[in-house]
């Protein structure tokens, strides 16, 4: 029974092996069987790009609300109106802002009465006062407390005197008690006399200089100085009187100018030529400070496209390149567009990494709107008369990253090793390992059979 069951499984053995090699017998024949898909390697362009999507924007878009609180009066402009820079687009009622401008007008003209009636001191005043208050500081501060200076002077000029008077009583004291007298010993005798009057003089002096002045002195200065002061404190209370002046006339003008600008934005103007996109607003409505706008405007006369690139592609964009694309509302409508600027720093979402490409959109007579859906196509890279093979035929060795393909010579498929340049998403550019006319094949992904002849 055993023998019968290893014979059935020899025999299914023999039957495998005998299958495979007609297969391979068949693969090297010199007819490729019908189901194997080929291709013959030739040269054209080879274009590459980078995708990604988004939506159509116009080239400017504003949200327009009222800054000011109050009634609408008047909406003068419909959806899908064409308007011209500084058009009325709505107004509020203005008679309460209109009264606000006239009470600001008559304040601002009491406080111009105001200040023209305000003296202000001349300068040349104020400095002749602050130098009268200076000199009597400096006589008050001299009879209260001797400048160092003065006192020796003083000091000195007293024992200048007192020597004089020694050398002269030295002389005196000689001749002082002769018997006789005579011209040379009145001379002397006065000298003397004299001497001793200048130095008590001097210690006077030194005594009045190191004393100070007296009481009598000190309350004069004194008053001296607070009559200055008074005189000066003055002059600067009218300073100080026309600061205020010039600060209420400067309030004043700030209250105006608020009440006009309060009364400008009570209506809404068109900030550029373009075309009333919405309008959320009527006559009669309350409107204050809500996120909603009153009406949004577009200039419609070009757009462009926001896209997000990732990280790994952002290093083949740069500004100016083509870019093609893909409209879902306008299936088979051509429209370009030209890279106007990359973000220069990051955005990350969920992880991702990204950055922000806009995308100007050419002239076109295609019906584009704001809002349409597209996926781009923006060209990194061109180039013409290369050896291009379709990606499917290529088979990329996953541990050493090397492609190959499968090539037609005569009766037998071969597997030959390749390397790539260009590539996109379909195609790629083949630098080394095959030439024009090559027939590449597409294997069976039955495992049992060779990748090769």
Not at 6 to 32: C, F, K, N, P
Not at 73 to 91: I, K, P
Request: charged fraction near 20%.
């Amino acid at each position: 029974m055993r023998r019968w069951r290893w014979g059935i499984v020899g025999l299914l053995i023999l039957v495998v092996v005998v299958i495979v090699v007609a297969r391979q017998l068949s693969l090297g024949a010199a007819d490729t069987p019908q189901d194997l898909e080929s291709v013959v390697v030739g040269r054209k362009q080879i274009v590459a790009s980078i995708s990604a999507s988004g939506s159509l924007a116009p080239v400017a878009q504003v949200a327009l609300n009222f800054s000011t609180p109050g009634i609408v009066s008047d909406v003068a402009v419909t959806e899908g109106q064409f308007v011209r820079e500084g058009d009325v687009l709505a107004r509020l009622d203005s008679v309460e802002l209109e009264l606000a401008v006239q009470q600001a007008e008559q304040a601002l003209l009491m406080q111009q009465v105001a200040y023209s009636q305000t003296a202000s001191p001349r300068k040349d005043e104020v400095d002749a006062a602050r130098a009268q208050l200076n000199s009597a500081l400096a006589n008050l501060n001299a009879l209260l407390q001797p400048d160092p200076l003065q006192l020796d002077i003083a000091r000195r000029q007293a024992d200048v005197a007192n020597e004089t008077r020694y050398q002269v009583e030295l002389q005196w004291n000689q001749v002082k008690d002769a018997p006789i007298g005579g011209l040379g010993r009145d001379l002397l005798q006065s000298q003397y006399a004299q001497a001793v009057l200048q130095t008590q003089i001097a210690e006077l002096q030194y005594q009045i200089v190191a004393n100070g002045g007296t009481a009598a002195q000190v309350a004069a200065a004194r008053a001296q100085v607070a009559q200055v002061q008074a005189a000066l404190d003055r002059l600067l209370s009218d300073d100080r009187a026309l600061q205020l002046a010039v600060a209420q006339l400067r309030q004043a003008e700030l209250t105006l100018a608020l009440a006009r600008t309060r009364l400008e934005h009570a209506t809404l103007v068109a900030p550029f030529d373009g075309t009333v996109a919405v309008v959320t607003i009527v006559p009669g409505q309350a409107v204050g400070a809500s996120p909603q706008p009153a009406i949004v405007m577009a200039d419609l006369t070009a757009f462009h496209i926001d896209v997000g690139v990732d990280e790994i592609d952002v290093g083949k964009l740069s500004e100016g390149l083509t870019v093609t694309l893909d409209v879902d509302a306008l299936p088979g409508v051509p429209v370009s567009g030209v890279v106007d600027r990359i973000a220069p720093t990051a955005r990350e979402s969920a992880g991702v990494v990204s950055y922000a490409v806009t995308i100007g959109i050419e002239p076109t007579d295609a019906p584009i709107r704001a809002g349409m859906s597209a996926i781009v196509e923006i060209i990194t890279d061109v180039r013409d008369n290369v050896l291009v093979v379709p990606n499917r035929f290529i088979r990329i060795e996953r541990t050493t990253g090397r492609a190959y393909v499968n090539v037609k010579r005569g009766d037998q498929i071969e597997e030959v090793e390749i390397i790539t340049g260009l590539r996109n998403d379909a195609e790629s550019e083949v630098l080394q390992g095959l030439s024009e006319g090559d027939v590449l094949i597409i294997m069976p992904s039955n495992p049992l059979l060779p990748l090769g002849g």
